[in-house]
C-alpha cells in the first residue's frame, strides 16, 4: 500500500473513532465497532514503515537493532566487525511493525 493512501486511511479511522467517542453508547454493537475501528487503526499504524533503533553502550561489544514499536532486540552486531551480516527483516517479527532500515 502507497504511504499516501496508507496515511489517508488512517486519518479516516481516526476520524471515525473520534465521532464514535463523541456520540452517547447504544448497545453492545457501539463497544463493538469502536473496538474495530480502533484494532485496524492498529493495523494501518504497523504498516508505516518506522526507522529501526540502535542501541549500545560503552561497556558493552553489542550493538542492537531494536523494533521501534515493540522494543524487542531483533539482532546483534559486535562493534567494529566488519563482515558481520545484518539480516534486515521488512517487518519485526514479534509485533508485525514495519520496519525502515535506511539511514
Known sequence: MK??????SIQTVKENIAILESIEPEGAGYYLQLEHEKMVLDAL???????????????REFIDYV???????LQQKIKGATRTTIYKYKHCIFCGQSLDWSD
Open 3 to 8: 504511504i499516501e493512501r496508507l496515511q489517508l
Open 45 to 59: 499504524e504497523k504498516q508505516m514503515p518506522k526507522h529501526i533503533e540502535e542501541q549500545t553502550e560503552d561497556d
Open 67 to 73: 523494533c521501534p514499536n515493540c522494543k524487542t532486540i
